[in-house]
């Protein structure tokens, strides 16, 4: 559906029915697949023909809903994946092997952060994190001879600084690498990562693309752009045989436009398993049908509440990039057009024990450790996720005790402001 509005697309992309077909993407709710012959499944092992054998690989109801992201992102392949982390750690991991080395910003998800400095650091695989706000030189000197990949948020979680993705995509390619970008918070109804360089685009589809709180899930969507073979030495898996397979070369066989995402369901959604349920791929795409219905209202509402919240004297500052006032808000022009996110942190003067009371008074926002949902939900750092950490570590870390995240949601505007007004003036 090259030639529809990405609205369209969020309705009718992915899945095409024939005569007297589903009209909705249907559930195949099946661990395996029936073959005439031991040649046909040969073939499907072999990667000589398309099909299917093991819903650990692939499942027919995924991979519709997979095509879908790929044509809101603009990709020429998807999948799947069992959580964002997954799709995360298979889009790096994909590229990269003890040895390798990752340049990634400093502002990204805390668990991301984890994964890439401590638990790929296990793997032999190093990185060096930079900050989103970082020049030119200071980027360039990030990379090394062994690095593999730039890994970026297009808005990062809690922090909201916005990715500079063109400086970050022409530093990744002026070194020979692919830059991948999480594009969880503003979903391609608001930016879409590829059209400014980005070659990999991920996604928690936990959140505003499932919408509602029912789905774990991950989605990994390549742009087809990035030209493997021209720097075949830095990517073996993809540039040379791959003797799992048969011998087959990934960039050779299947070209820039299917290489990457065929070799991580080929090799490591065959070795991990990180495999979304059909169940929930159906879930999600009955969140993606609303999608770009959804995230203006989200915008609206951060918005609205990021205003509010600015002009309160019990708030130290706010940080929400659609504020002329914020530090990345000529980007989020640039990048966000139609507004961002609808999650907003803010930081309250009186540190812990203010948040702790203005969290208690809270009776639209549901005290939760989600975002992106279609109820509000709010988090303080400090009594929940990183509560083992002094008032010193939180501050050192860029995570103030007074700080809380909202996730505004699609409730009335006014609603969410008198809520907030009211638990505001509840502190002492």
């Given amino acids: 559906m090259a030639n529809v509005n990405i609205n369209t697309k969020c309705v009718q992309g992915g899945y095409h029915p024939g005569n007297g077909e589903p009209r909705q993407i249907p559930i195949i709710q099946s661990t395996t697949f029936k073959y005439d012959t031991s040649e046909d499944m040969g073939k499907l092992f072999d990667l000589e023909a398309t099909g299917y054998f093991y819903s650990r690989l692939q499942n027919p109801t995924c991979d519709y809903v997979a095509a879908k992201i790929a044509e809101l992102e603009g990709g020429t392949a998807a999948m799947l994946t069992s959580s964002g982390q997954a799709a995360n750690f298979f889009a790096l991991f994909n590229i990269c092997e003890a040895g390798s080395h990752i340049v990634a910003s400093s502002s990204i998800y805390g668990g991301t952060f984890n994964l890439i400095a401590v638990t790929m650091a296990k793997m032999g695989i190093t990185a060096t994190f930079v900050s989103p706000d970082a020049t030119d030189e200071e980027l ?3 990379f090394q001879d062994n690095t593999k990949a730039v890994f970026g948020e297009t808005i990062a979680n809690p922090a909201l600084t916005v990715l500079d993705i063109e400086k970050f995509a022409k530093a990744a390619h002026r070194h020979g690498v692919p830059l991948i970008v999480d594009n969880t918070f503003p979903t391609p109804i608001n930016c ?3 059209e400014w360089g980005a070659d990999i685009v991920t996604h928690s589809t936990t959140k505003y693309m499932d919408g509602h709180g029912s789905c774990v899930g991950g989605a990994i969507v390549d742009s087809g752009k990035f030209d493997w073979l021209a720097h075949a030495d830095k990517f073996p898996g993809l540039c ?30 065959r070795d991990f398993g990180c495999t979304q349920s059909p169940q929930s791929a159906f879930i999600l795409n009955l969140g993606l049908e609303s999608l770009h219905v ?24 706010v940080s929400y990039p659609g504020l002329a006032s914020n530090k990345y808000h000529a980007l989020a022009e640039k990048y966000l057009g139609n507004g961002g996110c609808g999650v907003v942190s803010f930081n309250l003067k009186g540190g812990r024990k203010a948040a702790e009371a203005f969290m208690k008074r809270l009776k639209i926002a549901a005290i939760e450790t989600h975002v992106a949902d279609a ?9 929940s996720t990183h509560r083992q950490m002094t008032d010193e570590q939180l501050a050192a870390c860029g995570i103030p005790a007074g700080l809380v995240r909202i996730s505004c949601g699609l409730e009335d505007k006014e609603d969410l402001i008198a809520d907030l007004a009211q638990a505001l003036a509840g502190i002492e």
């Fill in 375 to 383: 109820r509000t939900c709010c988090l303080n750092p400090a009594t």
């Fill in 140 to 142: 360039d000197a990030a």
């Fill in 192 to 194: 879409r990562p590829i």
């Fill in 294 to 317: 959804r995230m203006p209202r989200h915008v609206e509402n951060g918005q609205a509440v990021a205003e509010f919240l600015e002009k309160q004297p019990q708030v130290d500052y």
């Fill in 240 to 269: 040379q045989p791959d003797e799992s397979y048969h011998g087959i070369t990934y960039a050779e066989k299947f070209g820039q436009a299917g290489a990457f995402i065929t070799k991580a369901t080929a090799q490591l959604m």
